[in-house]
């Protein structure tokens, strides 16, 4: 779900703790949370809220270069190395 997010220009919230809070934080893009902390999730839709304009927009400008790099099968790569790891 968080790489079609991307590719949709869909504001994502993930977990500090996953390999998709390194994308989201490099490309400005979404919103990271401590999973170790039980509100964590909560802060993070408050600052969702908080930051709505600018996340939004930077998602619809990031969402086109994100599909003209990285094709399903690209995806299918990403995924797996997180996997792994």
């Not at 869909?10 to 996953?18: A, E, M, S």
């Not at 390999?19 to 902390?37: C, F, H, K, P, T």
């Not at 790099?69 to 997180?82: F, Q, Y």
Request: no cysteine; aromatic share 8%.
């Amino acid at each position: 779900m968080f790489f079609e997010a991307l590719s949709d220009a869909i504001v994502p919230i993930v977990p500090d703790n996953t390999s998709m809070a390194a994308v989201a934080r490099e490309a400005q893009v979404g919103i990271v949370y401590d999973a170790g902390d039980p509100a964590g999730l909560t802060n993070a839709t408050k600052g969702l809220i908080d930051d709505l304009d600018r996340l939004a927009s930077a998602s619809r400008e990031f969402a086109p270069v994100w599909r003209e790099k990285n094709t399903p099968s690209r995806v299918l790569d990403l995924l797996e190395t997180a996997w792994a790891s």
